[in-house]
T-cell receptor, first 115, second 116 residues
């Protein structure tokens, strides 16, 4: 069955430190993968997406993610955290099996940035 | 460009009342999704429409919930009768493409529903 697992419901980093948010997926066919960000009282916004082109995907606000098929991972990184990065981040997978469409979100990781 | 528009932004009503949430997707998008978000259960897909036709409603909690999409520019999610456990933020999202699309979903700002 298709699934998305985000390790760590809460992550804290210091301002200027590396951000690493983990996402592992399970899919029987090559998936499309997405990272979204949600700021308070807002809907989800797309950060970046993987659609079987380059394995290293660059998104908005300095974020990037690397698709690693061998590890079934799509971790989100940013070299230097900024206070404005504090938000909740969701990994999502879009896939299909036997004609059944699935778009699955992970449970989210809340990022806290410490001054 | 106008994004996904949801109304109302906030709704407070008493248990037993009918609640109708509205969504206007982005023009040209042919897929529409309704989600519910709570602290306990996270983001749950309720129903998915493609070309105004419901494709997957397996996430609809129970018969009290119903969704319609009478045309490409409007959808409603109705709860009747409402219960306190329906309190949540309800999101509508739209996307270009069919079932297996690599296009991202675009979300509205949600409707915060409180059932007293």
């Amino acid at each position: 069955a298709q699934s998305v697992t985000q390790l760590g419901s809460h992550v804290s980093v210091s301002e200027g430190a590396l951000v690493l948010l983990r996402c592992n997926y399970s899919s029987s066919v090559p998936p499309y993968l997405f990272w979204y960000v949600q700021y308070p009282n807002q809907g989800l916004q797309l950060l970046l997406k993987y659609t079987s082109a380059a394995t290293l995907v660059k998104g908005i606000n300095g974020f990037e993610a690397e698709f690693k098929k061998s590890e079934t991972s799509f971790h989100l990184t940013k070299p230097s955290a900024h206070m404005s990065d504090a938000a909740e981040y969701f990994c999502a997978v879009s896939t299909t099996t036997s004609g059944t469409y699935k778009y699955i979100f992970g449970t989210g990781t809340r990022l806290k940035v410490l001054a | 460009d106008a994004g996904v528009i949801q109304s109302p932004r906030h709704e407070v009503t008493e248990m037993g009342q009918e609640v109708t949430l509205r969504c206007k997707p982005i023009s040209g998008h042919n897929s529409l999704f309704w989600y519910r978000q709570t602290m306990m259960r996270g983001l749950e897909l309720l129903i998915y429409f493609n070309n105004n036709v419901p494709i997957d409603d397996s996430g609809m909690p129970e018969d009290r919930f119903s969704a319609k999409m009478p045309n490409a520019s409007f959808s409603t999610l109705k709860i009747q009768p409402s219960e306190p456990r329906d309190s949540a933020v309800y999101f509508c999202a739209s996307r270009m493409g069919g079932a297996y699309s690599n296009q991202p979903q675009h979300f509205g700002d949600g409707t915060r529903l409180s059932i007293l």
